[in-house]
């Protein structure tokens, strides 16, 4: 977190604390809980109800998520999930543990990758079609799909070429790096249905808990997914 990060946190959990009526000058540690989630992802907007549809689809699509970045071997674990909706758009939320890293291995960005598609995938594999909810995913994966491709030379086919320095030359180089992306994102995809195929039965665990209790954490999630799947599955192209 940046320092500016720390002190909205701060800031925001001084308020909780007066709104929840502790006692005078104590803070306790679900301010900060609440604190942290509203400045880092958003205040929660309970006003924005759902119907019992739309939580079940929210649920199996969260529970993508959480599974991938649960089963993956260069992810950090799901440290929270949940169905409520917060910001503007957000209807439910994935959470990863951070970490304080300043290189990323062509195996962690292709995870991360991974991890955005589970909730369109899971959607795919429970209702056999997918919805609107996974636009910021989409995003946050064609972002990540293009660095590793045209700023990062991870890919093999292509090298480390960067286009957008080429000028001209790079202007026709531009439908061939789209196709490669189009063909690595199709591949991740794949590998995302397959795993969440097999491990089915987890998905659907976490996705019933989280209609039951609306927000879990990596404890629950320990209990409804065996310990030794954890970070076993490498994805790579």
């Excluded at 994935?94 to 291995?105: D, E, R, T």
């Excluded at 660095?147 to 890919?155: I, K, L, S, T």
Aim: net charge neutral; charged share 25%; aromatic share 6%.
């Amino acid at each position: 977190l940046s320092g500016a990060d720390i002190a909205n946190i701060a800031n925001q959990t001084k308020i909780n604390a007066i709104q929840s009526q502790n006692e005078i000058n104590v803070v306790k540690e679900v301010d900060i809980q609440k604190a942290i989630d509203e400045v880092m992802i958003g205040r929660e907007k309970r006003e924005r109800t759902m119907s019992q549809e739309e939580r079940e689809r929210v649920s199996h699509h969260e529970a993508g998520h959480a599974l991938m970045g649960y089963l993956l071997k260069d992810c950090t674990h799901p440290v929270k999930v949940s169905i409520i909706p917060r910001g503007e758009a957000a209807l439910g939320y994935s959470q990863q543990k951070n970490v304080n890293k300043k290189l990323y291995s062509e195996g962690c960005v292709l995870s991360q990758i991974a991890v955005c598609l589970g909730g369109r995938v899971a959607e795919q594999i429970i209702y056999n079609n997918i919805s609107t909810g996974a636009s910021d995913d989409i995003e946050k994966a064609s972002k990540l799909i293009y660095q590793y491709c045209c700023v990062w030379g991870m890919n093999k086919k292509i090298g480390p070429i960067n286009p957008s320095c080429m000028g001209k030359v790079g202007e026709n180089l531009s439908d061939e790096m789209f196709d490669e992306c189009a063909v690595i994102m199709q591949h991740v995809e794949q590998f995302v249905a397959k795993s969440l195929k097999r491990y089915k039965r987890y998905v659907e665990a976490i996705a019933k808990d989280l209609l039951a209790n609306e927000t879990i954490n990596y404890d629950r999630i320990l209990e409804l997914v065996p310990k030794k799947l954890e970070n076993t599955i490498e994805i790579s192209y």
